[in-house]
């Protein structure tokens, strides 16, 4: 019976690096069962609030509650997984060398080869981590985070720089650890997997949480669902482009205007017999559904890469 | 399913130590190769050779070299006068016998300690040959003390030597890498208990100091005759403390810093001087009377200074105890310093 028991709590976090203000209160929590995710540029403070969570950085305010401990209270580093942003593990040990190892520090975890059949890493078993993949090394990150057992589990961008079918590996992890019970928190630039894998999200930028809610929550925040991208020639003005019926935006993205609007069957005509009446050529239009690449790009004004 | 009967995380990070170095091939080169190899060609340069004869030359007298020629420990040349005076200059001879008249004359080179031995021992069996007889009765006694050659005093330094950076390397290096591999943050986080990290650095060691001990005694022992006067037990005490003095200085180097280069430079900083200073290959009794307080204050001139008493004179481990609290010193200091300093990321 999944619990709704506050996994962890955090208010108020602060964290300043000699005059960087990298986090500036930051409220979070988590509950059983859920997958978290926190979302934000580079540089918004994801890593520093991870981090802090894990006990790995001290923090300047705010209070932490993990099952009811500080954080990097031994009773908290028993019961959670973790994969770092950047680790590397040593080279010349075999992938269920470092499984092991890892196995080692906790008193009540997974039996090693289990695991490692279940991040399918059982014909690298022997291998060396110089010689594995960036999927491969991904996944034995996952492995050694998975090992002790833990109810836990925190992710640092668990599959940036990885090729879509690897990560498609890693989610399948990650939703199975959920599946079995498992409480989850990452952080990520990606909104498909922020989509895919999040209960509930947390978009931060300059230290701080710009807005939070469920994937699907946060989109309906727009206020419209979808998106008409079109370029004219000349270029319609935006404030005839906001006149037009059901559209709640306009925003420019290089040469076109993005419409947000409510509804395409009302937008699209009217907007295809205003640049008829204005005697302007279209070049291009498409109309897709707002996702949260848009929600981003609206409370930050940047997209999510290139912030 | 859980697993509730995992190994110690003192065996497995001990193992991941071990592995680790057995891995690299170039860290086994330096630790294991590297000091066999220079005991090798040191020990054959500076090997003990049969005495070197006394060379004589003879001008133009094949009477007179031929009397000398009995003489084994004489090596007897014969040359026209201008040409033997050229050989004397050239130090080919230690000196030139000729006659003239009745009058057998020596010429050397007064300064030249060879000169004045070879001086002695022509006339000697020059007045035997003709009859002289010896006056008193005596008998020569040919002594070689044992631990007294070259590579006696050679291999218990090359074991300080191989002790002190076989420690630093395998300790501070192998930290700082970890620690700028982020290796160390993430072992953090987990339950580890940090005092099994620590100790697991000393425990490896441990056993690497087995082996590099074992092979290089016994490498002096069987390829140039290096004995142990005194007893293994002591030879083995005083390598684990020097051992342990070496790892709390590569332990406090790897306190804190996050670069290898870094790290790198502060070890050539301490092992530098001491390869210097420390009597590796040459007695540091060679230095100036001032320095000498400090250069017994070295972890590596105590760990040798002991050694070679042990090794060459058979000393007792109780005679050792101002270099045994010199190292343990080494040992404790700096790891106290480590440990309350040391940074985990
Ligand atoms: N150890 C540190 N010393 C100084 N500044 C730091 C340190 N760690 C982080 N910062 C700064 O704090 C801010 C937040 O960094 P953080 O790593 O938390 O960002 P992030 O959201 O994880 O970014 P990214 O997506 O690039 O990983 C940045 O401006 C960063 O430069
Ligand atoms: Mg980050």
Redesign the pocket.
Same mark, same amino acid.
């Given at each position: 019976m999944p619990d709704t028991t506050a996994v962890l709590t955090c208010t108020a976090l602060k964290k300043s690096? #000699?005059g960087?203000h #990298?986090v500036q209160g930051v409220d979070l929590d988590l509950v059983a069962g859920e997958c978290f995710g926190m979302l &934000?540029?580079?540089?918004?403070?994801? @890593?520093? @609030?991870i981090e802090i969570l894990e006990g790995l950085t001290e923090l300047d305010g705010g209070e932490v509650r993990i099952f009811g401990h500080a954080p990097g209270d031994v009773r908290v580093r028993e019961r959670v997984g973790i994969a770092l942003?950047e680790t590397e593990l040593p080279d010349r040990l075999s992938v269920v060398e470092c499984v092991r190892l890892f196995r080692s520090f906790y008193a009540r975890g997974r039996e090693v080869d289990a695991v490692i059949k279940h991040l399918e890493l059982d014909e690298k078993r022997d291998a060396r981590v110089a010689k594995l993949s960036g999927g491969q090394r991904q996944r034995l990150a996952l492995a050694c985070a998975l090992v002790g057992n833990p109810d836990l589990l925190f992710l640092?961008?668990p599959t940036t720089g990885l090729d879509p079918q690897a990560r498609l590996k890693v989610w399948e992890i990650v939703l199975a650890f959920k599946a079995g019970g498992g409480t989850v928190l990452l952080?990520t630039?990606y909104m498909e997997e922020a989509a895919r894998l999040c209960d509930r999200l947390a978009v931060?930028d300059h &230290?701080r949480v710009i807005a939070r809610g469920s994937p699907k929550g946060l989109i309906a925040s727009l206020g419209a669902a979808h998106v008409i991208e079109v370029i004219t020639s000349p270029a319609l003005d935006d404030a005839a482009l906001g006149a037009l019926p059901s559209v709640v935006r306009v925003s420019a993205k290089a040469d076109a205007r993005v419409l947000h609007a409510a509804d395409v069957s009302a937008a699209l005509p009217a907007l295809l017999s205003l640049a008829a009446s204005r005697g302007a050529h279209v070049k291009h239009v498409s109309t897709r559904e707002a996702t949260l690449e848009d929600v981003f790009v609206h409370l930050t004004g940047a997209g999510l890469r290139d912030a | 399913m859980p697993d509730s009967s995992p190994s110690s995380s003192l065996v497995e990070l001990t193992r991941m130590r071990v592995l680790m170095f057995v891995r690299d091939p170039g860290a086994v080169f330096w630790v294991f190769g590297f000091p066999l190899v220079l005991a090798f060609v040191l020990g054959l340069a500076f090997r003990n050779r049969p005495p070197d004869p006394m060379h004589v030359v003879v001008a133009d007298d094949p009477a007179l070299a031929a009397q000398l020629k009995a003489d084994v420990t004489l090596a007897v040349d014969e040359a026209p006068l201008d040409d033997a005076r050229w050989k004397l200059r050239r130090a080919q001879a230690d000196v030139l016998v000729y006659r003239s008249g009745g009058t057998v004359t020596y010429r050397y080179d007064e300064t030249r300690p060879e000169g004045r031995v070879a001086r002695l021992a022509v006339e000697r069996a020059l007045e035997r040959a003709n009859g002289r007889a010896d006056t008193l009765s005596s008998a020569d006694e040919k002594v070689s003390e044992p631990g007294s050659r070259y590579i006696d005093f050679l291999v218990p330094g090359l074991i300080g030597m191989n002790l002190m950076g076989s420690s630093l390397w395998g300790i501070a290096y192998s930290l700082v890498d970890a620690r700028k591999k982020k290796l160390l943050k993430r072992l953090a986080a987990t339950p580890m208990k940090r005092s099994d990290f620590l100790l697991s650095i000393l425990l490896s060691r441990l056993v690497f100091l087995g082996f590099e001990l074992v092979a290089l005694v016994a490498i002096g022992w069987l390829a140039f005759g290096v004995a142990v006067q005194g007893s293994l037990a002591a030879v083995a005490v005083l390598s684990l403390l020097g051992g342990l003095g070496f790892a709390g200085i590569a332990m406090l180097i790897g306190a804190r810093t996050a670069s290898t280069e870094t790290a790198g430079g502060l070890m050539n900083l301490v092992m530098m001087p001491m390869y210097l200073l420390s009597g590796a290959f040459f007695s540091s009794k060679h230095f100036p009377d001032v320095l000498q307080p400090f250069i017994k204050a070295l972890p590596l001139t105590a760990l040798n200074d002991s050694l070679r008493a042990v090794i060459n004179e058979g000393a007792s481990l109780g005679s050792q105890r101002v270099p045994i609290a010199i190292m343990a010193a080494w040992g404790l200091v700096p790891f106290v310093i480590a440990l309350r300093t040391f940074r985990w990321q």
């Open positions: 690096f #000699a960087v #990298a &934000g540029p580079n540089g918004a403070g994801k @890593t520093t @609030t942003q640092d961008e952080t630039h931060l &230290g | -």
